[in-house]
């Protein structure tokens, strides 16, 4: 069985995860990760990413095309990320940008799209 977590700060610092891992005594094996791709951290992230597989674990990016909603909203309520607009090729510029990070980072990825 391999152990997974999700902290939301992660991969920006590892602390919360590290808490955990020393709490169960046990290594984790995947670091969950959140990436909405109207957030302003929805640049991919290789070195993030690269210091969650220095320790060990493997990234598993949930990968949305939403923007993280305002107090009150619903998440649904995103006109700009409508199904339509992605099957237009409204983002297929930023799809790209990080196909090519990741190809160009080269280490290994647990990709969740949508």
Do not use: K, N
């Not at 919360?16 to 094996?29: F, K, N, Q, S, V």
């Not at 949930?62 to 339509?84: C, H, I, K, N, V």
């Not at 799809?95 to 990709?111: E, F």
């Amino acid at each position: 069985m391999r152990i997974g977590l999700y902290q939301p700060e992660a991969p920006s610092t590892l602390e919360g995860l590290l808490t955990w891992e020393d709490a169960l005594r046990r290594p984790l094996a995947i670091a969950s990760i959140y990436t909405a791709w109207g957030s302003r951290f929805r640049a991919y992230d290789a070195e993030g990413l690269g210091a969650v597989r220095a320790r060990g674990w493997t990234p598993m990016v949930t990968w949305e095309p939403w923007a993280l909603p305002e107090p009150g909203s619903r998440p649904e309520d995103q006109p700009p990320w409508a199904l339509a607009h992605l099957l237009a090729g409204r983002h297929d510029a930023y799809v790209r940008a990080w196909a090519d990070a990741c190809r160009t980072d080269g280490g290994d990825l647990w990709l969740r799209p949508m």
